[in-house]
């Protein structure tokens, strides 16, 4: 039996997007066990693949050495003899724990001085011609046997995530309590932890809300997020007169929750962001908004989903603060277009 290690990415529409090579894996040699090593914060996205025996959580903080964690997990890890190692991230640190773990095939891209940590690599795309994530990471499969892998090609290459029981019994028990029913629910999204250049203006969303809520009397619309987006949220609620109808969740669920609520939701609204791509897995119906990024790189893979993206000549930038400081790239996307555009789901 062949045991496979996964070294998980940092973000969680990056781990979305891997699921695709756990299934590639999967289907190339069906008899293997495949564990993943994730932060805490990534974890939950593992749990919802099915082709994972083993979710390895880890105190892992982004941009820190955390040396003798490594240390430690190293030696547990070394206990489960495993043969193989994909290391999804490109930073020194993440190859640092299956090389100090003596797994012999250890497998990424090259990046951050990393030669010999990793020992199977292919070379980094530029940035300027980068290819879908997906695809990024599924090439990494055919480092271990191409014609094997050719053999079992994935039929779709689309993410695909499963709700566990006891996430959706703890979700339906949160929307009791709030007197929401599960059958009305409309999820808004409008963090994205890059910052303001992939974030829709709040008094947008506070506009579509009040669009969706005036057509459907007996709608509840959730905003969702992690806690650093609660202030977003409530921004949101300042511009709603009435707010019996739309709750500020955002900090107030676990992310296994927050896959259930988009798992019932009947549309979801977002940035580019990490529940963006849960929602693509899902196959909810959604609406996703882009910015300062590129759909082509990073889209939501789902025939469920509709991208919005204006294509202006100054974007895709990838900055963190609009270059030339209006922001037209967002702010010009209207509440009526997001609007038409989930009733078109539907």
């Known amino acids: 039996m062949r045991r496979i290690l996964i070294i998980a990415p940092n973000w969680i529409g990056d781990a979305v997007m891997s699921q695709p090579l756990l299934a590639q894996l999967k289907a190339s040699y069906p008899d293997s066990h495949i564990d993943v090593l994730a932060s805490t914060w990534v974890a939950p996205i593992y749990r919802a693949c099915t082709e994972i025996h083993q979710v390895i959580e880890a105190k892992l903080e982004h941009q820190k050495l955390q040396w003798g964690l490594r240390q430690q997990l190293a030696k547990q890890l070394q206990a489960n003899q495993y043969q193989i190692c994909f290391v999804l991230p490109n930073s020194l640190k993440s190859a640092l724990i299956p090389w100090l773990a003596n797994i012999p095939f250890r497998i990424g891209y090259r990046g951050e001085l990393r030669f010999g940590l990793i020992n199977f690599s292919l070379p980094n795309p530029s940035k300027i011609n980068r290819p879908p994530m997906v695809e990024h990471y599924l090439a990494l499969a055919s480092l271990l046997n191409e014609e094997k892998v050719q053999a079992t090609k994935l039929s779709s290459s689309e993410p695909t995530l499963n709700v566990s029981e006891q996430a959706k019994q703890s979700l339906i028990a949160k929307l009791t309590v709030a007197k929401i029913n599960p059958q009305a629910i409309s999820v808004f999204c409008p963090g994205a932890e890059y910052g303001i250049t992939k974030r829709w203006p709040t008094e947008h969303f506070a506009k579509l809300a009040q669009e969706l809520l005036a057509?459907?009397?007996?709608?509840?619309?959730?905003?969702?997020?992690?806690?650093?987006?609660h202030v977003l949220a409530k921004n949101i609620q300042l511009h709603i007169p009435t707010l019996s109808n739309i709750h500020n969740w955002c900090g107030n669920t676990?992310?296994?929750?927050?896959?259930?609520?988009?798992?019932?939701?009947?549309?979801?609204?977002?940035?580019?962001?990490?529940?963006?791509?849960?929602?693509?897995?899902?196959?909810?119906?959604?609406?996703?908004?882009?910015?300062?990024?590129?759909?082509?790189?990073?889209?939501?893979?789902?025939e469920k989903a509709?991208?919005?993206?204006?294509?202006?000549?100054?974007?895709?930038?990838?900055?963190?603060?609009?270059?030339?400081?209006?922001?037209?790239?967002?702010?010009?996307?209207?509440?009526?277009?997001?609007?038409?555009a989930i009733k078109a789901l539907h």
């Open 254 to 302: 676990s992310l296994d929750e927050a896959i259930a609520l988009i798992s019932l939701s009947k549309a979801v609204v977002s940035n580019d962001s990490g529940l963006m791509h849960i929602a693509a897995a899902l196959k909810t119906p959604q609406v996703a908004i882009f910015g300062s990024s590129d759909p082509h790189h990073t889209p939501p893979l789902s």
């Open 306 to 340: 509709k991208v919005i993206w204006l294509n202006l000549p100054c974007s895709p930038c990838y900055k963190r603060e609009c270059p030339l400081g209006h922001l037209k790239c967002l702010k010009d996307i209207s509440p009526e277009q997001v609007f038409s």
């Open 215 to 229: 057509k459907h009397l007996d709608h509840h619309i959730i905003l969702l997020g992690s806690k650093s987006d």
